[in-house]
């Protein structure tokens, strides 16, 4: 009897204790929704650089607490395809933050894709030690360096020792952290690529539990058309045995206005078949790209930009050259459709640079100075709504320079779509942007707010929350965000960035035993 008291006594006790625990932070009232659960007004109490605890009411005493009554309380934002290497390893350590990302909510980007992934992932991720970064990031290794360490630009196929040799660039980084396999087939020298030479180094990413992760070979009318090109992406998955996520998802162009309920159908029908295919996508009509990669066609691009230049002067070419390139302007919406976004002509249409000239012969003049980066205005809405409402489509930014969507896209996808023409939940918003990508890629305890899993958290004001950043004025940052805690420390706090660099290179794990 005196002993069945006495253990009763130690329970209470260890209540008493536990109720009493302290912890850094609670993110207090705020309406939480978790990532993958209905949402709820609750709170969060963060432990170091992991979450506690997440529950109506809960009893912490906390060195911090955060008033979030009114506001989102979410997983940070994860990024599937962000073209922000260059950035993470800068020498300003405040471009290092990546404020774009942070006061939109955003804690995870995945760099290297579209073929453009440096080969040493040990490098890339080992960078953020060195160089302290905003946000967390995770790296694909690209078949853009693979092929041109190998092949160089030329346009042919890899001789076998050729091919074994990029094999083991991609078995070396995926063995080093990385992702998986990102391509950018539309991009020379990678267009110069047959599939089966994707497929062939698709396998040794998947035998290691990698991702295929591509921008298509075409998202128009240029080469096979975006309904094969989406056939290939799902054929290497099939192949190679890999899950396949395809880049930006799009119908580029006049040709191809319309095709995004076909597309989605030949998607879904390789889902149905039990493969794991998804999308990202980013929330505006315009795409990014230069002016050499939305007008030259790929064989004058064979040998590089010094070739091409030859080919400008060669007058046997002249004929074919400038007929290719003016159909590929027809394409994409015609000279008005082109917003040149760097260099001499920055903030002109091509239509405004040609004046009454020829527009092809003004394109050729400006990419003899230099290849400039270009906005291009060819999707139409109904297709971005459609894509937009599949459950497999995930948030994203494609975040390059000249184009808004760095700074905007996230904030930009809820206050047009969600709050605006309601054609996405506030559930579904957040889901995409986080446990979906967290689960499509393997990012290990990030994208949701549970006990354990990395305190990755963004917390923003949906009244206001919205993007800033337009077409003219593309740096500007979003509004709306209250605060962000990145592996636990605050990153953003009363809107503002704390100027912490909290962020970490992530490492996938490669499959036990695929690495030896
Ligand atoms: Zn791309």
Redesign the pocket.
């Given at each position: 009897m005196k002993l069945k008291w006495i253990a009763l006594l130690l329970a209470c006790t260890a209540s008493v204790a536990a109720a009493q625990e302290r912890v850094d932070l609670i993110v207090r009232g705020g309406t939480i929704y978790t990532g993958s659960d209905a949402p709820f007004v609750g709170d969060v109490a963060v432990s170091g650089d992991r979450i506690r605890a997440v529950g109506r009411r809960l009893n912490y005493r906390a060195a911090r607490i955060v008033d979030a009554r009114g506001m989102i309380v979410a997983p940070g934002f994860i990024d599937p395809?962000a073209h922000l290497g260059e950035q993470l390893a800068s020498n300003d350590a405040r471009a290092r933050l990546i404020p774009a990302f942070l006061m939109q909510g955003v804690t995870t980007a995945l760099i290297g894709?579209?073929g453009g992934g440096e080969a040493d992932v040990a490098a890339v991720l080992g960078r953020a030690r060195t160089h302290p970064v905003g946000i967390n990031y995770a790296a694909y290794v690209g078949f853009g360096p693979v092929r041109r360490a190998v092949i160089g630009e030329a346009d042919r196929a890899p001789t076998p020792e050729e091919l074994a040799r990029m094999r083991r660039l991609v078995a070396t980084a995926m063995c080093q952290g990385a992702l998986g396999l990102s391509t950018?087939l539309f991009y020379a020298p990678q267009s110069f690529a047959r599939t089966d030479e994707v497929v062939a180094l698709a396998r040794e990413a998947a035998s290691r539990g990698g991702v295929y992760d591509s921008?298509l070979r075409d998202e128009s009318s240029y080469s096979i058309g975006l309904a094969a090109a989406v056939d290939e992406a799902i054929a290497v998955g099939r192949e190679a045995g890999l899950p396949v996520n395809i880049?930006?998802i799009k119908a580029l162009g006049v040709d191809v206005h319309g095709q995004a309920p076909a597309i989605i159908a030949r998607i879904e029908t390789a889902r149905r078949a039990g493969q794991r295919v998804t999308a990202d996508q980013y929330p505006w009509d315009a795409s990014g790209t230069s002016l050499v990669a939305s007008l030259v066609p790929r064989w004058a691009q064979d040998g590089g930009r010094v070739a091409l230049l030859r080919r400008f002067d060669d007058a046997s070419l002249a004929a074919r050259l400038r007929a290719e390139m003016a159909d590929n302007l027809r394409r994409r919406g015609g000279p008005a459709s082109l917003l040149i976004t760097a260099g001499r002509h920055r903030g002109r249409r091509l239509s405004e640079v040609a004046g009454t000239a020829d527009p092809i012969e003004a394109a050729i003049a400006a990419i003899r100075e230099a290849d400039a980066s270009v906005v291009s205005f060819n999707q139409t809405e109904a297709d971005i709504e459609a894509f937009m409402r599949q459950p497999w489509v995930m948030s994203g930014s494609?975040a390059s320079g000249g184009h808004p969507r760095a700074f905007g896209s996230f904030a930009r996808l809820y206050s047009e779509y969600v709050a605006g023409r309601r054609v996405l939940t506030l559930r579904a918003f957040i889901e995409r942007s986080t446990a979906l990508p967290a689960d499509t890629f393997g990012l290990v305890d990030r994208g949701r707010l549970r006990p354990g899993a990395f305190a990755d958290i963004t917390v923003f004001d949906p009244r206001i929350y919205a993007a800033r950043a337009t077409y003219e004025q593309p740096t500007e940052l979003a509004t709306g965000v209250r605060a962000v805690f990145v592996n636990g420390v605050a990153a953003v706090e009363n809107g503002a960035l704390t100027g912490a660099a909290p962020g970490r290179g992530l490492a996938h794990l490669p499959r036990a035993g695929s690495c030896r």
């Open positions: 395809h894709n579209d950018g921008h880049s930006h494609d």
